[in-house]
């Protein structure tokens, strides 16, 4: 559906009440992802099994894979209203779990909930942006969606640390509930009012969801091979590296390569910097806490610092200005990103000496995320027929989501291995040393995009 078609059967103040509604969703969802960042150490302090540690990020991760992949599929099928309503409930109902968990299996078990709502919800977001919004406006929408996420970049970490240390960190999770029924009380009006009907000729793929499951039980079985080294963890890394090639090929696009230019660049760029970025963001504010010193509250003002990377990134991918076609953001994005995780790399592997080069870095890969992210979504709805705009969509979200988890899951790998030979510098320095790796990856892969034409426009 085109943007004027949508204009016409959607009333002004309905579709002004949407694009507020889907703008207070996204800052629910992403405080919910900022402040649990800071509140984990302490919620690993207060519940044990610091070694599952990981699996709080990738828990939710790994359910978001599998949940943006069926909800691409229902939401090309039936539409995203349905999809974007069961999203809604499903991620409450994990923040019920999560905010009154007394162990951490109970709070593991929350945030893979979370993620099953979460991952829904994105990805109907990006389908109701596709089909009511034309293409100037989805750059701005793009652009408020980052500004929606920096708003609680800045003050999620703080707002969770004062919660944690004056009340409890179950509050962080209870204290999202209002803000996500606001948005679903600005949108369900909206939503119901609004003409999008299905494309009838499109059935759902039920290849593609059993391979959603699998690449996900995958994910998983890479990451407890990467628990305990032992002979059983050879056994689980074959069996999660042999799902994994077997259930990828069915959530890509047709004739996928993962040395393709194009859409599948775009694809594997969004995966790779994803995974980077998101194994380093887990584990910063516990190395902050437990090798620098830092406190809950400062640890928090540190993530909100290199928020600031990420908004300058989002503003600056947006102007009008700005002559570079859209695949050289994305690359330049990489780049930054991959020199920031360089720095804290660095920095891990000296603790206490190099704060200030931590800071610097992590502005620098904030700033690379800000210009990626968005990048790689409007260059995948500009390389997309209308009719495929949820599946990829779907293909690049399930990309994010599978390498925000993987990428957790080796930070945990890295760190299991430090704590077992009580190195912390080694955990954390290792850490962030393949969170590098993973940036440069992104890198070499962000240079195959080829050209895509920029249309940015001005918030």
């Known amino acids: 559906m085109s943007g004027e078609v949508a204009a016409a059967t959607i009333p002004r103040p309905s579709r002004r009440g949407l694009t507020i509604g889907l703008l ?21 302090r207060d519940l044990g099994d610091v070694d599952l540690y990981a699996w709080a990020f990738t828990a939710f991760g790994l359910a978001q894979t599998f949940a943006i992949v069926a909800a691409g599929q229902f ?3 039936v539409g995203p209203k349905a999809p974007m309503m069961v999203g809604f409930v499903v991620f409450a109902v994990g923040l019920v779990l999560a905010g009154s968990a007394s162990t951490m299996p109970l709070l593991l078990l929350g945030r893979f909930v979370q993620g099953l709502g979460g991952g829904t919800m994105n990805l109907a977001v990006m389908v109701l942006v596709a089909r009511v919004f034309d293409e100037q406006e989805r750059a701005r929408m793009l652009t408020g969606f980052s500004a929606a996420w920096m708003g609680p970049s800045f003050l999620g970490p703080p707002i969770a640390a004062w919660l ?13 509930l209002p803000l996500l029924l606001f948005a679903g009380a600005l949108i369900i009006r909206p939503l119901l009012r609004a003409e ?54 069915a959530l890509l696009p047709t004739g996928f390569g993962f040395y393709g230019r194009g859409l599948d660049a775009v694809i594997g760029t969004r995966a790779a910097i994803s995974a980077g970025y998101a194994g380093a963001q887990s584990f910063l504010p516990l190395m902050l ?7 809950l509250q400062n640890a928090g003002i540190f993530i909100t610092i290199g928020s600031v990377g990420w908004m300058a990134g989002a503003w600056l991918q947006s102007r009008p200005w700005l ?11 990489a780049a930054s990103t991959a020199a920031g995780l360089a720095a804290l790399a660095v920095a891990g592997w000296l603790p206490g000496r190099l704060v200030a080069l931590s800071v610097i870095g992590w502005v620098f890969a904030g700033l690379g995320m800000g210009l990626a992210v968005a990048s790689t979504s409007l260059a995948v709805m500009q ?7 949820g599946r990829n969509t779907s293909s690049l979200q399930m990309g994010e989501a599978l ?3 993987i990428g957790a899951g080796l930070a945990g790998t890295m760190f299991v291995l430090g704590t077992s030979q009580a190195n912390p510098t080694l955990g954390f320095g290792g850490l962030l040393t393949v969170m590098a790796v993973l940036g440069l990856l992104s890198v070499a892969t962000a240079v195959r995009v080829g050209a895509v034409e920029n249309h940015s426009v001005t918030l």
């Open 75 to 77: 939401s090309d099928r």
């Open 24 to 44: 207070i969703c996204v800052v629910a969802i992403a405080f919910e992802a900022m402040a649990v960042l800071t509140a984990m150490p302490a919620a690993a």
């Open 164 to 176: 944690t240390e004056h009340a409890s960190w179950h509050w962080v999770f209870w204290s999202v």
């Open 323 to 333: 002559r570079l076609r859209r695949d050289l953001i994305i690359a330049v994005g």
């Open 289 to 295: 806490v437990q090798v620098e010193g830092f406190s």
């Open 403 to 405: 390498g925000a988890g």
């Open 383 to 389: 390389l997309s027929a209308p009719v495929e705009i």
């Open 196 to 249: 999008l009907p299905p494309h009838d000729h499109v059935s759902v793929n039920r290849r593609q969801l059993w391979s959603a499951a699998l690449v996900a039980l995958g994910a998983m079985g890479v990451q407890l091979a990467g628990q305990r080294i032992e002979w059983w963890s050879l056994a689980w890394l074959a069996g999660g590296l042999a799902l994994l090639w077997y259930g990828l090929p």
